[in-house]
């Protein structure tokens, strides 16, 4: 039996937020509900009524808009994955997106939900830290921008007030010529598992040497974690093994995962993430 007594379509995000406020803190917003339904079936997310986003007009945007790509609530993972401009754009997070569960988990999840679910190894959150994306948080005062780590307060912790706060986008710039990326993710299977580790790399070459690097990785933080000592050795270095291997090897000491039953032992994820940041820095420079 769901938890839930009430379930709410609103028809603007002015309502969603005004029903938010009625309920007292004993509602919750809804789109994909691929994480949210199980929480709430085992007890982890308290709500009497779901207030579901899937009818608002307008929020299933995809599309670049004064020099950002620009991405709606309403937009699942498999929908990322197949946008052209995303493929062609930010190629990092469609293959992020397509790596996440399966068919149908991606059909109904969605990119944002992924983000506010604050989990350190989901796909798509890894991929947007890397594009140094942007979550637009809107409430009864207004819409403000704000960088995609400020949202992160712990593992499954997000900043985003869930009684009076809604994400409303994500942007990031597009990859600029010339940049090349890569995601790895490592499981103990292709599909329909949580990865033991993933990494998403976005590199800028120029006349061989790096431009500008960013190297995204989870889980080994309680949030996505940005490599920032392996990203400033590597601007203004020569593409090469020395350079890659040195970054690989910051990006290992810096990481700090944790033992788990489920993705292994800390001692070997944290030799892997060497492992799996040298191999995306070499196929992120070979774009």
């Known amino acids: 039996m769901l938890p839930w ?8 995000v002015e309502e969603a937020l005004e029903m938010l406020a009625a309920y007292g803190g004993r509602a919750r917003l809804i789109a994909g509900g ?3 339904v199980l929480q709430a079936e085992r007890g982890q997310v308290h709500a009497e009524v779901m207030v579901d986003i899937t009818r ?34 930010a190629g990092v997070l469609a293959q992020a997106c397509g790596s996440v569960g399966g068919p149908q988990i991606r059909h109904v999840g969605t990119l944002v939900g992924n983000v506010v679910n604050a989990m350190p190894a989901a ?20 819409q403000a921008w ?18 009076a706060q809604m994400v409303t986008g994500v ?4 990859l600029p010529s010339g940049t090349g990326w890569a995601y ?7 599909a329909l598992i949580l990865p033991m580790l993933n990494t998403a790399v976005v590199a800028e070459v120029e006349a061989g040497f790096f431009r500008d690097v960013r190297i995204a ?24 093994e020395e350079s890659i291997a040195e970054a690989a090897r910051l990006a290992e000491e810096a990481a700090s995962p944790r033992d788990s039953v489920i993705r292994g032992s800390a001692e070997y994820r944290k030799a892997m993430v060497g492992v799996l940041v040298r191999r995306a820095l070499a196929r992120a420079a070979c774009e």
């Open 217 to 240: 990785v989870g889980p080994v933080a309680p949030m996505p974690f940005r490599a920032l000592a392996a990203e400033e050795l590597l601007r203004g270095a020569p593409v090469g």
């Open 34 to 36: 691929t994480d949210l």
């Open 184 to 190: 790895i993710r490592l499981a103990q299977r292709k």
């Open 56 to 89: 608002i007009p307008g929020l299933d945007f995809l599309e670049e808009r004064d020099g950002w790509i620009c991405i709606g609530p309403q937009v699942t993972h498999a929908q990322v994955a197949a946008s052209q401009l995303v493929r062609e754009k």
């Open 123 to 142: 796909d798509g959150a890894v991929a947007l830290f890397a594009l140094d994306a942007e979550v637009e948080v809107t409430d009864c005062s207004g």
């Open 171 to 174: 942007r990031f710039r597009p």
């Open 5 to 12: 007594t009430k379930y709410l379509f609103p028809h603007t």
């Open 146 to 163: 704000r960088p995609i780590a400020d949202l992160y307060a712990g593992v499954g912790k997000c900043r985003v007030d869930p009684c």
